[in-house]
């Protein structure tokens, strides 16, 4: 850390830092600027500007040298990145590729990443939904992790707050397993899901079916017009950045939002060493600042400090925040720092078929599934294995031109090639993990990155009680599928490593107690008030739901009250 820039000028000094620029950093700068701080995004990765930096968002498939397929020389060279659903040639330029950014596995761990301003919110499969109090409570009920220090009704007005805004769509249907929130109008089930949905709900009483929800715009409102976004179109060309600004991102919404105000200072490429702590002050008063293409080393200034890296990356910053005052990393009196990680169990699957309904199509591509929220272990404990999984299933007519093993050619070729295929069925679960203190993550004592950074290791892995619910899910999602008239009925336990669910959270979580968390209730560290956990890492537990929608609420809710906690004298 030699020619340390340290110069507190203006320049250098905010009202609030922001590290991390994806879902959460996004909604802490909106939130901070409003309140009129002076606020400074450290961005690691490179700028990327709403709708100038999305270079294949319009092309063609035939546009690309390899159809958006990568070749197997970066499949080989990534084999870590090239496992995700959303990475292929269209879209690998916001991907964090396997050598440029090394980390240890002492367990196989995907760690998958997107180094750029909008971090993964311009990568993410956009499904949110609220959690519900069954969730909150879920810890204190089971006897696992610690209690949440808050519930539900202390979150439920952030959840409409940043609904509104980011635009969720969804229907109302009046369940308590997964409440209802302020929706634009709903997507629709195609004819096989509305008729697998009628026999699932005939003969299951304890079992929901509904439409899944997702952060696009099928009817913008003023306040996303406002925002230069417009309605989605269905494309499924997501994770190449939208054009329309059809769903939420930092890039189309709250980053822009945050410049509108004057207040923000946006610095990418700026990779966080660490946090910097006074021990006279007893607070932290900036983060050191190491630049990714020149090394230069710079320190900036604030009265309070969000850190929003995403989990992992923010457990490493902190870990790495040492001082005589905190030797094991910044906050860190208790030891916990790192540990108690969890992640979201994906492995289990199923595929089938339907006969019939060739009369029956769809238009678009979906942006939504079908789901069922979490029927297991709802109001009591009554499986063998603790807490539940959501299921997902969704309904498609792939293979067009089945059925052309005739002649290739002539008027009766042509019309069947244009036909769709028959119905096939998936099915997957999203299984709720227990954070145990033996999935951790840690830093090298010996290896660094190309800024001099401490490797981060990780060791997380899947235990009993996923192994048992992974295979409920499979038989109960068998017995659902035949149920439902469904037939060629495969489960699939795909045995892939965590972190490829992409929802891993935790290490830095909220509690009552400083002897046993690292956040209070507002998301403070306990033992460093005016530094902000709001990412995935502040998570206590992951509940059975897609995360991103809680980043939000619980972010936008911690920004306000740091705001007016400043402004009363409290944190200056």
Known sequence: MANINSNKSGDHTFD?????????????????????????????????VHLKDYPTATKNPWDFPHRTYEPLSVKK???????????????????????????????????????????????????????????????????????????????????SYVEKFAGISGNHDGLDTLPDGEFLPPWEMNAVEKVMSERIVANYKDRNVIIGRCAHLTKPQPIHLQQGRGQCQARSLCERGCPFGGYFSSNSSTIPWALKTGNLTLRPDSVVHSIIYDEKKGKATGVRVIDAHTNEATEYF?????????????????????????????????????????????????????????DSYYYGRRPCAVMMPNFRNVHKQEMDFMRGYMTFYSASRPGWGH??????????????????????????????????ETNHVSLSKDEKDAWGIPLLKISVDYDDNDAKSMHDFLTQGAEMLNKAGCKNIVPHDSKQAPGLDIHEVGGVRMGKDPKTSMLNQWNQLHECQNVFITDGACMTSTSTQNPSLTFMAITARAANHAAEELKKGNLG
């Not at 590290?19 to 939130?31: P, T």
């Not at 769709?420 to 679960?429: C, E, K, R, T």
Request: charged share 20%; hydrophobic share 40%.
């Open 77 to 159: 060279e990534n084999p870590v990145v090239e496992r995700c659903y959303a990475f292929s040639e269209a879209s690998e330029h916001f991907f964090v590729k396997d050598k440029q950014h090394p980390y240890i596995q002492d367990k196989p761990f995907d760690w998958i990443r997107g180094y750029q301003v909008g971090g993964k919110s311009l990568l993410w499969a956009r499904q949110t939904q609220r959690w519900s109090k069954y969730d909150f409570e879920g810890p204190a009920r089971d006897g696992f992790a610690v209690d949440w220090p808050i519930r539900y009704d202390d979150i439920a007005p952030w959840y």
């Open 16 to 48: 609030a830092i922001v590290i991390g620029s994806g879902i959460s950093g996004g909604w802490a700068a909106k939130e901070l600027c409003e309140h009129g701080l002076k606020t400074l995004v450290l961005e690691r990765g490179r700028n990327v």
């Open 403 to 436: 059925g052309t093993d005739g002649p290739q050619i002539g008027g009766e070729y042509k019309d069947a090639i244009a036909e769709a295929g028959p119905w096939s069925i998936y099915m997957l679960m999203q299984g709720e993990t227990i954070p145990k």
């Open 302 to 358: 604030a009265k309070i400090i969000f850190v929003n890296a995403a989990a992992l990356n923010t457990n490493l910053i902190l870990l790495n925040s040492t001082s005589s005052r905190f030797p094991n990393g910044l906050g860190n009196d208790n030891g916990l720092l790192g540990k108690f990680i969890a992640f979201h169990n994906y492995r289990g699957t199923l595929t089938a078929t339907m006969d019939g309904y060739l």
